[in-house]
């Protein structure tokens, strides 16, 4: 049983604590004995990339990818198989990511940093801001790029399926149904008994290192790999 968290801020996300750096978030992940975790900074792939690098050499499996807002204003959790499909996916993002400039004082810093914590990029546009496309346009996206779909924190009252949509459409096509830290399982399907036959993961959702890995998931896995990974959320082989 691999356990894994795939709900992580950095540095790069406005509402991320500026310690949320690379060598933290690994730090923190490698305290907290995750063998795998999943970086999804607010629509962008940019900092995910050194993650995974710097993972590897660490002995821990990184899913690379981001938290995307739909134009229905629904978060979701995205991940791509290798860096060339998420380059790809950037692409996607950047396309349809509304320009309107960030303001630091007011939302946060977007940085992405280096493996010593020295700032290489900021990004301009805010990526608080919902993309142009619907939930059903980026899932379609992500599965034509073999990626992994799975609609975040569904159990909240802001930017999620259900408080934005009120239901969860018949056929969603995805991996799993994330729930947050104040909810489980057992409980969320008391209220919608209507979802049990999907699958369900719980994450951390982190913005500072000491919340990483406070929730997470065990995957029934002899090794990590992306394609693996995924197989396990379809079958519903983790707990």
Do not use: W
């Not at 604590?17 to 795998?36: F, G, T, Y």
């Not at 900074?41 to 690379?64: C, K, M, W, Y």
């Not at 396309?95 to 309107?100: A, E």
């Amino acid at each position: 049983m691999l356990r894994a968290d795939l709900h992580i801020h950095t540095t790069l996300s406005p509402c991320g604590d500026l310690d949320m750096s690379p060598a933290a978030i690994l730090r923190a992940a490698r305290e907290k004995q995750l063998h795998i975790i999943g970086i999804t900074d607010h629509n962008s792939t940019r900092q995910a990339p050194l993650i995974r690098e710097l993972g590897a050499e660490q002995g821990i499996f990184v899913l690379t990818g981001a938290e995307v807002t739909t134009r229905e204003e629904i978060h979701c959790l995205v991940f791509l198989p290798d860096n060339e499909r998420l380059s790809r996916f950037q692409e996607y993002l950047d396309l349809h990511l509304p320009p309107f400039p960030n303001k630091p004082e007011k939302f946060g810093f977007q940085v992405v940093v280096d493996a010593e914590e020295n700032i290489l990029y900021e990004e301009e546009k805010t990526l608080l801001s919902a993309i142009d496309q619907s939930m059903e346009e980026l899932e379609k996206e992500v599965h034509r790029l073999e990626g992994i779909f799975i609609p975040a924190h569904i159990d909240k009252k802001r930017f999620s399926i259900l408080s934005q949509l009120g239901f969860v459409p018949s056929g969603l096509r995805c991996e799993a149904l994330e729930l947050s830290a104040h909810t489980t399982p057992e409980d969320f399907l008391l209220q919608h008994p209507y979802l049990k036959e999907y699958r369900f993961t719980r994450s951390s959702d982190a913005h500072y290192p000491q919340d990483i890995g406070k929730t997470s998931i065990e995957l029934e896995l002899e090794q990590p790999d992306f394609y693996r990974i995924r197989e396990a959320l379809q079958k519903g082989c983790f707990r």
